[in-house]
């Protein structure tokens, strides 16, 4: 074969790309289920401002509209939104936001097919029950959020946040969390007062503006944070203030609280999910595990039909383990070491020969993620001057001894 090269030296070839960038998925990306003004119907629109939505759905001034505003007055970026109005306006039913009767794609049925959602969100859902013929029972409504709890079971990779009915109690939203069990949802309480101009509104459902603060925090500190002891934007008090010790009781029962600090605003005070299963009680521990699982299946799906033989599995894991090298370095696993933090295993041991002759190929993955501190102890003892100053002379004793030798 002839040689292409007309003089002797070092020539570079391109080889292909060989090397794959794992990056992470955009996280805090909300869908707010609900009935709008205008628009179309049950199908999902991306918008990024509140200005867009308006121009699209209109602002009702209800609660989907505040949802949608505190989402984006709190550090949202972006958010799906289905209008699931029925056809010829007439009032929604649960199965309109469930969306499990019929062939069309409606509801919560409509979000399958979208892979970047991580936050689910229905303020809408309050407005709608005790004023639509849809939603005259608090059943009517549980359907809906234990509708919104399954979908994100059955998808992985979100979370809804859930809001408690319209004048309930502490105890009331302890009692109506006992409804759910999962580690893809969370709970939190009171409702919350917002201000349009001069005028203060009547209290609206918090999960819009929850669900913005939960972007900030993402793209400030990212998913590992817990998203708690952080102001919320556009609020100028919560619908019903809380003692501390109901604020505790409500904490024990993983219901996240709205707390009124003097001189540090309104602040979520709780970062729990509803989960009984301790691995997974916190908020950004599941999310994490959300954040992981996402990115890694964006960036496997090269892998499809490569030949599966071991330098197939060192590709595949190197830029796994670089990413996950870089959550460690930046806080998001525990650990001493990255060892200690985190593990990629794709080898002869998980790729037998059975596996890869019905063409699977298998990587395992093991995190260590942090935990928030949420019980911050301090231990104040009492001394006495006279005893602080006689260990002070007794400790300075030897040393004069040393220093005239």
Not at 121 to 150: I, W
Not at 334 to 343: H, I, N, P, V
Not at 374 to 381: A, G
Request: a negative charge; aromatic letters at 10%.
């Amino acid at each position: 074969m002839p040689s292409l090269y007309k003089s002797p030296g070092v020539h570079i070839e391109s080889a292909g790309d060989r090397y794959v960038r794992l990056e992470a998925v955009e996280t805090g990306v909300t869908a707010f289920l609900g009935v709008t003004l205008q628009g179309p119907r049950q199908q999902p629109v991306r918008i990024g401002s509140f200005e867009q939505f308006e121009k699209v759905f209109g602002d009702d001034q209800g609660f989907f509209s505040a949802g949608v505003r505190g989402f984006f007055e709190n550090g949202g970026r972006t958010a799906y939104v289905v209008n699931v109005e029925p056809e010829g306006g007439l009032d929604p039913t649960p199965d309109d936001y469930i969306g499990a009767m019929g062939a069309e794609w409606r509801g919560l049925r409509a979000l399958e097919r979208l892979d970047d959602v991580d936050l689910l969100a229905a303020p809408d859902l309050m407005q709608q029950y005790g004023k639509s013929m849809g939603f005259t029972q608090p059943e009517h409504v549980l359907a809906v959020q234990r509708a919104m709890v399954d979908h994100c079971e059955r998808m992985h990779d979100r979370m809804a946040l859930l809001d408690a009915l319209p004048a309930m109690t502490v105890r009331d939203a302890v009692e109506w969390r006992g409804h759910f069990d999962s580690s893809h949802a969370a709970f939190y309480f009171p409702w919350i007062r917002i201000r349009r101009g001069e005028d203060v509104l009547p209290p609206v459902p918090p999960s819009g503006h929850i669900a913005g603060s939960i972007a900030r925090n993402d793209e400030e500190e990212g998913v590992h944070r817990a998203p708690a002891n952080q102001p919320l934007q556009g609020l100028v008090d919560v619908a019903q203030r809380i003692r501390k010790r109901d604020r505790d009781w409500a904490f024990d029962h993983r219901v996240n609280t709205l707390v009124t600090f003097p001189g540090r605003g309104i602040r979520i005070w709780g970062a729990r999910t509803l989960s009984s299963d301790q691995a997974f009680n916190q908020i950004n521990v599941r999310r994490t595990f959300i954040l992981v699982r996402k990115s890694v299946e964006r960036f496997a799906q090269w892998v499809v039909f490569e030949p599966n033989e071991p330098a197939l599995w060192k590709r595949l894991i190197t830029p796994i383990d670089a990413f996950l090298d870089g959550m460690w370095r930046n806080g998001a696993l525990l650990g001493a070491t990255a060892t200690e933090a985190f593990y990629v295993k794709c080898d002869e041991e998980t790729n037998p020969p059975e596996a890869r002759d019905v063409g699977q190929l298998l990587c395992e993955i093991g995190i260590a993620p942090v935990r928030p501190a949420e019980f911050i102890v301090v231990r104040i003892h009492q001394f006495t001057r006279e005893r602080t100053d006689e260990a002070r002379t007794e400790s300075a004793a030897p040393q004069a001894a040393v220093a005239g030798a």
